[in-house]
């Protein structure tokens, strides 16, 4: 099945820093998303790009899908992006394989 | 419009009891998928439903899970005889008839612990 490695597996910032995460595919696939998971568990989805680029306020995401890999940007961080953001894939509509995530800390 | 509504929100079972999980999907939806978030790791597929009808079971444990989701009522993930392994997040998901590719939406999951 698909691989998925996310980078960094941690990242400290403080607040209004910018920031990259990572994401690569082992293989192409249809269906890419970027989920963000609060300190209460709950998981957001962020972006639905299977390829060019999104923006969402001071969110934005990048797929290179012919590279397989994917981008997401936060910009001017809060201490309410804190949490954990998964990126996930798949060739199907709903069979997604997650990545094991980037613990974000934002600190005031 | 509600979100996909999942409940009991937490859920404490010992060993050998039965868990029972239910989801009821956005307005609209006939599509439900379950995932399993095991501690300090990312989502699994574990199960795609669509009303009555199983479409792809291929990330369920071979024994004590199954799922339903009726012509009635919300999709049940059940769990029998339950072991501590089973202790996750459970999350649902659901989307319209189309199947067409679309963000997934989680609900807030059910947090089961085995004691």
């Known amino acids: ?37 609060n300190p209460w568990g709950q998981l957001i989805n962020l972006f639905y790009i299977p390829s060019g ?11 290179v899908a ?5 981008l997401l940007y936060i910009s001017s961080s809060q201490t ?29 | 419009n509600a ?7 937490h859920l404490v079972r010992r060993r050998g009891q039965e868990a029972r999980l239910r989801c009821s999907p956005m307005k609209g939806h006939s599509h ?9 790791e990312g989502l699994k597929f574990m199960v795609y ?3 009555e009808n199983i479409i792809d079971e291929s990330g369920m444990p071979k024994e004590r899970f199954s799922a339903e989701f009726p012509k009635e009522g919300p999709s049940i993930l059940r769990i029998q005889q339950v072991v501590r392994g089973d202790s996750a997040a459970y999350f649902c998901a659901s989307s319209p008839p189309a199947g067409t590719f679309s963000p ?7 947090r089961l612990t085995v004691t």
């Open chain 1, 80 to 108: 309410t992006d804190s949490g954990v953001y998964f990126c996930a894939g798949g060739g199907s509509n709903y069979k997604l394989t997650f990545g094991k995530g980037t613990l974000l800390t934002v600190n005031p």
């Open chain 1, 1 to 37: 099945g698909i691989q998925v490695e996310q980078s960094p597996p941690d990242l400290i910032l403080q607040e209004g820093a910018n920031s990259t995460l990572r994401c690569n595919f082992s293989d192409s696939v249809n269906n890419l998303q970027w989920f963000h998971q």
């Open chain 2, 49 to 51: 439903l669509q009303k």
């Open chain 1, 53 to 63: 680029t999104k923006q969402n306020g001071r969110l934005s995401a990048t797929t």
């Open chain 2, 32 to 40: 439900v998928y379950w995932y399993r978030q095991l501690p300090e």
């Open chain 1, 66 to 70: 012919t590279e397989r890999y994917s």
């Open chain 2, 104 to 110: 997934l939406h989680f609900g807030n999951g059910t």
């Open chain 2, 3 to 9: 979100g996909v509504m999942q409940n009991p929100r």
